[in-house]
């Protein structure tokens, strides 16, 4: 399947599948990346994982790069979170009222996002997805501050609101553009979007609205445009600049939360030196999490300053609910899988993404393919036709994307399930062990020569 496009039909049990899922269900797919559109060929119908491994329905076994997108942190189906899930059901799979377990998950998350003694989750909200996640906290923002519009970075993903998928139309003043069908524009209007790590623009755009700016929602640190690591000191400067002029800073760890380090990209910039300074300070007003935190069931939270938390119903005038949120099942999952992700677990996540993303790079270089290769934390992805590191979307976006279809299709051949869009971040787990990382080597050679052609 080199190539993206087969010639001749697969006739497996994962193309039968495709086909069938296609008859009732858009696409075929239940959210669009997993259609395979961008690397071209038959979507892998998966039944079973376990650590760092997945199996489709042909039975074929993969070293799973893609780990859920985030959620599997420890590896998939880790036998204690396993036990969680299992004893939660047993005493009933949802109350719609509330239960003990929220109370532990928000005062574990509460106490491990901490960092040189600042802890910047006072009050902690579940949810279910990302998405509600980062809508609640915008309309939390915006009911707090009482005003309308919106700061996002072009290559930001926030989930699929309708705030959140506004893309910038030309220059700041001009009504930005939606992303997607069916978002109003009125509604895509109130969003400004700007290049990222870019604080002149930022600067620009409180100084022309800064009176009716509700908040800057950016990602931690991104890795949904591949991995765009902030420049030293950017998010400190978002906060600084918000709060100068009465505006939220949202910081969106539903990707990095748990996953890049036990408090987050933010702990990671805000750990004192050995010196005992932090370079570049700040403190989120709002945080958002998913994915890690409910350990691979539908579970998300927002948190933040509590005087903000507080404006959410009951106490306050801002709405939100559900009638899943808090989940017990979810809610096991989560405090199980947090309670497990301990220091070691983040030593042996940072160290297999430096083996891993090292190996995929040096082949990279012995085929002759051009590529940057991008970090934050435990999180990589490469771009191509340049060595030069991309800060923007535009910069991203002006790579030989090409190049990743024939990559990722010989390494699926030989047994390697990598995220199938070249503007993804790859996921490793700290279930990838020796073996597993074994097979990912010997598969570069091939596919880099892919890549190269
Ligand atoms: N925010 C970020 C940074 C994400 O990466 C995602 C999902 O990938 C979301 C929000 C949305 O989360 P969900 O897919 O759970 O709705």
Redo the contacts with the bound molecule.
Sequence with gaps: TAGGSPAVPEQGANAREFARAQRSIPGGVNSPVRAFRSVGGTPRFMVSAQGPYITDSEGREYVDLVCS?GPAVLGHAHPEVVKAVQDAAARGLSFGATTPPETDLAELVRARVTAGGVAPIEKLRLVS????A?MTAIRLARGFTGRDVLIKFAGH????SDPLLAEAGSGLATLALPASAGVPAATAALTIVLPYNDLDAVRTAFEEFGQQIAAIIV?AAP??MGVVPPAPGFNAALAATAHEHGALLIV?E??TGFRVGSAGWWGLENAPAPDGVVVHPYTPDLV?F??VVGGGMPL?ALGGRADVMDHLAPLGPVYQAGTLSGNPIAVAAGLSTLRLADAAVYEKLDAASLIISDAVSSAFAEAGVAHSLQRAGSLFSFTFGSDVAPRDYADVQRQEAFRYAPFFHSMLDAGVSLPPSVYEAWFVSAAHDDTAIGRIVDALPAAAQAAAA
Excluded: M, P, R
Aim: aromatic share 10%; no cysteine.
């Design positions: 997108w997805t990302g998405t509600e980062t993903y926030h989930g699929h990602e890795a949904n969106d539903v990707l958002t998913g994915k998300a």
